[in-house]
Each structure stands twice: as structure tokens, then as C-alpha cells.
């Protein structure tokens, strides 16, 4: 009884002992998938602003506007 309870508690220590270790390594992969998100938003809104997109997409509003049901 005393061996599986104490197996069973190093096994609880252990695994809270690696859970610290991980801890800053969250926050930084956080961090790096905040930046790509960042990134991607401004070079998506560079595209949707450019002349031609632009005017693309203004077209298929107005298409889309004089369409019959």
C-alpha cells in the first residue's frame, strides 16, 4: 500500500514539475502566432486596398446590387 501511494505521488510531483517547465514556452508561442496574425491582417489589407482589388470588388457589389431575384 505505502509503495503505491508514493508511486502514485511522484508521479502527481512529476507531472507538476512539467507543467512549470512549459510555462514560459506558451506564452512565446502566444506571442509568435499574435505577430503572424498581425502580419497576415496587413498584407490581406494591403491587397483588398490596392487599385485593382478595389475596383473588382466594387464592380461585384454593384453586379450584385442589379441582379434580378
Known amino acids: 500500500m505505502y509503495q503505491a501511494v508514493r508511486a502514485r505521488l511522484c ?41 485593382a482589388v478595389s475596383a473588382e470588388l466594387q464592380d461585384m457589389v454593384r453586379r450584385a446590387l442589379r441582379a434580378k431575384a
Open 11 to 51: 508521479a502527481l510531483v512529476c507531472a507538476v514539475r512539467a507543467v512549470r517547465r512549459d510555462a514560459g514556452m506558451v506564452t512565446s508561442e502566444y506571442a509568435m502566432g499574435i505577430v503572424a496574425a498581425v502580419a497576415f491582417a496587413v498584407v490581406l489589407y494591403k491587397v483588398v486596398t490596392s487599385g
